[in-house]
């Protein structure tokens, strides 16, 4: 491809950028379109009461909301938003300071020894291919290669200096999340799976007799979790009546009653009437062992949550192996009410295992058959295999725009639109895992989806390009450094493309909301609904981190290969940081709290990507010659790895764990104070259990329904809106007739 | 190699085996021996009123030894020599199981299938190459294969059944080992490490502070651990002088006192006045802050033992994170005080993971290196190669004896001395980890061991005979199972003389005790000793486990390809049996308890095994067109696979951790039978340190030294062993002279 190509596409996405942008800004001073920009706030009913007047400036293209994004501080958002919106912002602010120093280094120092490496007289610069720009530029043995080297340090160097003071930041932040937040039911709870059944005694009285005799100091109390039993069906199908029933109430008649069920805090509706209606008919149920109900009830019920007095005593209990065989009476740490993925709590925990394996068997495989969309991508980049696939376009083939949109713009397109389908397919496979939390599953499904991405975009991208089979390429580790050094200049085009449509673009569809928009607009013109749609999203970690961490891998492999796509990651990243900021205080509502369980995957995806540049500049310092090159370049290697190894040490637990310390003063606090009767009181009632077979707890929240990503939950969800919808439609236009 | 060389080389070693073990039988009943061949019950005091009369019996060989190691219990084994020597003869026992099972399909079944593979006429079979007998003899898509494959099955699935059997039976066992014991110091303590300095407070109030605070209800006390500082050197002095004194004491006036300094049970010395002395000395020193030399000390002091009232606080306090800086207060379960690795304990916790990555980066570059005498052993192999660079010797060769020594015998005589550097490589390196028990270190040079025993005798040896560079092998892992495919049944005859010369030869120097025997000899007819020598070793598991399960390796591997090995290895394994069992009882005294922990690290192994059979057989299907045989193979490889994870999810926990419930219910039992106060008492004083530099515990049981390997640390302690038995000389002639 040739500059002007690259221009073109540029020329093209700058524009769509600016008018999406302009479209928001227009869009989003729009009163009906408050429950596509503004659900958080929504949701917090604070914005209720604008009033929609209308003046001509709604319809001018403002830049106020970058102001408003930008000036927001750090704490207002954790506070509005939690940790984790702050750890995905500071990824953003590593991102920039890091290609900040990259771009300036690159761009100004080695992209000029790349292009004077051949002495050869350039020709005019709009029409030289992109590979002058390179380092497939420079002569083998070259004496510019140290120039190449001494970037590579610098940027590792400063790179590792920003992870380690990023890594130090947010571990303090999590620290001070945990003693400055209000008392989390989850820190008392422990989830106790496996419960050893006796045949003469009840189920409850084996969970309680365990916990007094053992840990009988410090157990408050415990509740049973049943499964989709005889007895739990007609439970559910009341429960469900009764939820039907107050939808339909509340959607119509009183709209500010939403705030009042939220006003727990802890889990949605507390102690409804109905809630208590429903123990005491179990209660009542399952004291008599005879009856076959109560015994199959018991036989279902695959665990139980059980209450501690203090949070070093949960901990505790979650971490000590209970029981001698260790496949009995296991404990974890129970999430929070509000994060329990409830219907994967019915999943015994003997088959969790198997379902590991399953699922990473199945997350591999589907990896691999994804290579068949990507190699067509690439055919896409080869003008001539295009034009043996489909003769007849041979005319339009022969106009340069043309020729320059399809093998600059439309091959990244088609990978941007097949990359969709997997999103929703990894949450899938992550929900089949047997994660108990919706927090574990979007940190496991965010997990894969980063796999997928950085081998089906990066390497399957690179690798295809070339005449070799890439299958082949994974047979022969030794020569992968080499290869790659050679192949990733040659993709340096496509990947700036890449960074284009499916960097900016997706920022523009992400500020826009295109999906919802559009669902907004028939719902209201077409359906003639005027209340706000009843639901807000959580924020999709699981797709945008992923994203964000391969585009800083793509920074990173290509700054000193091919450092004419930093400008561009640039500005992706700046942007980014504004939209997602707006995002994160306006749209998205955070259903639960991951407890910035993020930044380590971030930490050491950033740090394999150092790793992968520098192999990629060891095949590079090989192949033109220049052995000494080659083993500063191993001594870089090693001190990343320690380094790596060092943060690891230094912080991981940290995030994945809690110490005893910070738990009992915590308790203590909370001990003297007097608050930790209430916290006792609060806690037996904070775990509502769902339905099985409903997904979790969208019910228990009747009106703000967690929809975890668009593309995907909405397809889940939307026969059951429907039915929701009609059914409100009906009961409208009853109550219009009793009237 | 033809058959007749192969027999020639049993009958070597056959005629060898009977004269080590007719020897044995003569040595072991001559009283100046039994100092080598009785250690451990020279140890415990048994065995000392045997008077020494002569008889004619006495230079006879009787099998009165086979009889008493074979009817001895196994509940008799683990009271004398603790629970991993049942752990190591249940890996004989399992490998008689097994490769019975294997010899009668092997041998009666498959054997002939392999003979009769390809339809020529057999010449006379003495004169046959070894090839006719191995898998290579099938003819391509011969529908014999169908015989291998359900072997194949037969054999894993025994193995599986078997391996699943011994794991529950040894996890019951160490549970029954861990409840029915003496109460166990190292249960109550917890090693700290990595204490953050104050500089207004002494160490030890921050310790005691610290522990106050955060587990008041449990804390019992705590012991610092000193560096070697001025204050510390000047008691070390001290102290040496006083053992010494007392060593001299011990050695000539009173043997008898030893069983008496053993008395305690715990830790050799107790209370004796001295540690008393000690003890008031550093006290009155170290509460003066201003002290210069108290501060130094403080400052070396690189951690502490904090004893707690119960088993089950501790092992609370040892699991959880206590600090919200996981590099500070790192607590770990504390050895049992025998156990104790003291010099490491002074390691300052921060290097022990750059340590970790030192010494794995260490042995895997030993690994490498080491390929250079395997390749000259292979080398040995090819008749032709020898004759090119040793010109001198064609005449020799010409003979038919020589050439089947030199090829049958000697190849396997050179690996097996080379071989004999790496233990004591592997050992030093397990120390530099840093690990704070004798026994971690121990697993971890048995695991690093293991894994240079299947590389550089399996793996190398079956690639290096071939025409490949080893190296390049590794490169293309694709292409590995039909590349052992094809080489590993070529290396049979290799491996079978293997097993006849590092196998049955190493069980008879095992049973002889070469090493000890000469320097007995010398010690006694030279330098005119008559008492005991003063140590018996402890059990090698560090060598003895890898060889066990490396001949377990070559059984799977070479079972359905080359049976002719079967015979020998069984051979091996019911020898081995009845030879450890017999050294167990006899010769060496356990030091201390690793608990069982073994078994773990040998499952995954025989597991390990049973895959690479697998592979090996995927590999020779694909070779010899055989579809439907592969995915069986296929199939079996993912069972097998899915088996181990069960496994380790059913197991591996047990013998890395005790449970809740079981250490609450010692406590308990402790508790109300009063013994709690008394194990308390005895608990302040389990721990006593030995001066650092001096290699650990040796010097705190002054006459029975833990030598971990004859000839690893003879060399180390010989120096020190001549200067005592020259100031025993000494202090003897001036009493006689006194006298």
Redesign the interface.
Known sequence: MELAALLTSAGINISLCILFLSLYSILRKQPHNFGVYFGRRLAEAKFRDQVDYFSFERLLPTAGWIVKAYWCTEEEIRRVAGLDSVVFLRLFIFSIRIFSITTFICVFIVLPVNYHGQEMSHTHIPEESLNVYTIANLKEGSPKLWVHCVALYIITIAACILLYQEYKYLSRKR?AHITGSTPNPGHFAVLVRSIPKSGNELLDDTIRNFFVN?HGASYLSHQMIYRKGKLQKFVDNAERAYRKFVRVKLSVFDQNVRSSLNRCGLCGVRASSFQLYRNKFVDAKKSDLTDPEVVEAQKDCPGAIVFFKTRYAA???S?????????L?VTNAAPEPRDVYWSNLWIPYRQI??RK?ATLSGSVFFMFVFIVPVAFVQSMMQLDQLKRMFPHLKGTLKTSFCVRVITGYLPSVVLLLSLYTVPPLMMRFSSIEGSISRSGRKTSACTKILFFNIWNVFFVNVLSGSVLNQLNV??????MPSMLAELVPKQATFFITYVLTSGWASLCSEILQVYNLVYNFFRRCIFGYLDEPGYVYSFPYHTEVPKVLLFNLLGFTFSIMAPLILPFLLVYFCLGYLVYRNQILNVYYPKYEMGGKLWPIMHNTMVFSLVLTQIIALGVFTIKNSPVATGFTILLLIGTI?FN??CR??????FN??????L?ELDREDEQSGRMREIHEHLLDAYCQSPPGSGGADDEVPIEMILEDPAQEASNSSQELCDTVQEVAGSIQDHIEEK
Do not use: H
């Open positions: 620290l053992y901990i505790v209990a971490q000590v192996l209970q029981s001698s065989n260790p496949m009476w295992w198997l394996i994974l047979t022969r580790p030794k020569d320690l190894e060092y040490q230094r912080f991981a637990r940290i764990s809690f110490s005893a310390q910070d009992i």
